[in-house]
C-alpha cells in the first residue's frame, strides 16, 4: 500500500514536471528572438514593399515631434513621413537596444496612431480608413508601425528581413 502511493506521488510529480518542461519551451518559442540585422537593411526590405510616393525619409526631430522618442536611446531608427498634412502615411522601423523599452515604443505608437485619427475622423474618410488598418508589430528587438495601403505586405516583409 505505501509502495503505490509512492508510485502515485512520483506519477503526480512526473506530470507537473512535464507540464512545467512545456511550459518553459512554448515561452521560449513564443518570446521574440532578437535579430542582429541592421536597420537599414530591414527598411529597405520594408520599403520595397511599400509605394513611397507619399512620404520621405524624416530626421530625429521629427520623430521626437510625432512621437516623443530620442533616435539615440535605441539601435537603430528608420522613419517615413507623409508628403503633406494630409498624408496619413507613414512607415517607422526601431531596432531596440533591450526588451524594456518595448512598452514606451509601442504606447507611443498608439498615441501617434489615436491622435492621428482623432485629427482625420469626420472629414478624412480614406486617412481614418488607413488609420484605423495600420499595423503595429514588435518582433524581438525591432518595432514596426506602418499606415498605408499596403501595411499587411510591409509586415510581412519586416517579418521576413529579421
Known sequence: MMREKI???????????IALLIV???HLLSGGKTSSTPVETVAAKVTAAADLTNVTQADSQKLKKYYGLNANDYEGVAFYLGNSNMDVD???IVRMKDSAQENALKDAMQTRIDTQTQSFEGYGVNQTKLLKDAVIDVKGNYALLVVNEKAAEEDEAFRKSL
Open 7 to 17: 508510485e502515485d506521488n512520483l506519477k503526480v510529480v512526473n506530470f507537473i514536471l
Open 24 to 26: 518553459f519551451i512554448a
Open 90 to 92: 507613414e512607415i517607422l
